[in-house]
């Protein structure tokens, strides 16, 4: 069965800098990989999609890459703020209904 | 739009009882999926709907837990009876037809089982 990883440690940056999680998976590439945020108490909220064939997909300070050679995908967030604290969840998906979450990363930026 | 809405938002029950977590999905929306997230195994999938029909069910843990969706604006999660194991936060999610599969989850039902 597929398999999705993700740094199980807390990322802490410092505001201003760009963070990158990890998002990597196990045997055959999704046809797309979605990307959520998670805060606190709440559920996770879609932030970006990107499909196989892409490589690259940006929105605002969001920046999201696809790599179906190292069966990765990164997320950066630039000039992060720590209001982007939160934990991001990888979400692959196999032409199918279902997505497979991953553990997601928690991320910590201080001032 | 008022989103997914769930409720309860916390509920604390004993060993043996039953529970009815419930679920209104957004308006429009012609799928619902029902997750639950531990620390230990994360989100994950126990059963999903297409159009108020019952489509993969293969995440649900064992017979004790059931769902049914009787109309487009409703759901229902039961476990019964309960189980300390059972603990955990469960999330509804939606889905619009043809949307790629992006879905829009409500704030959580946390369970806990004494």
């Known amino acids: 069965s597929q398999k999705i990883e993700q740094n199980s440690e807390a990322l802490n940056i410092q505001e201003g800098k760009t963070a990158t999680l990890t998002c990597n998976y196990t045997n055959y590439s999704p046809a797309y990989l979605q990307w959520y945020r998670q805060d606190p108490g709440r559920g996770p909220v879609f932030l970006l999609l990107i499909r196989e064939n892409e490589k690259e997909k940006r929105k605002e300070r969001l920046k999201v890459t696809f790599d179906t050679t190292l069966k990765q995908s990164l997320f950066h967030i630039t000039a992060s703020q720590p209001a982007d604290s939160a934990t991001y969840l990888c979400?692959?998906?196999?032409?199918?209904?279902?997505?497979?979450f991953g553990t997601g990363t928690r991320l910590q930026v201080f001032p | 739009d008022a989103g997914v809405i769930q409720s309860p938002r916390h509920e604390v029950t004993e060993m043996g009882q039953e529970v009815t977590l419930r679920c209104k999905p957004i308006?429009?929306?012609?799928?619902l999926f029902w997750y639950r997230q531990t620390m230990m195994r994360g989100l994950e999938l126990l059963i999903y709907?297409?159009?108020?029909?019952?489509?993969?069910d293969s995440g649900m843990p064992e017979d004790r837990f059931s769902a049914k969706m009787p109309n487009a604006s409703f759901s229902t999660l039961k476990i019964q009876p309960s189980e300390p194991r059972d603990s955990a936060v469960y999330f509804c999610a939606s889905r619009r037809e043809g949307a790629k599969n992006i879905q829009y989850f409500g704030a959580g039902t946390r369970l806990s089982v004494l």
């Open positions: 709907f297409n159009n108020n029909v019952p489509i993969d």
């Open positions: 979400a692959p998906s196999y032409n199918t209904d279902k997505l497979i």
């Open positions: 308006s429009g929306h012609n799928s």
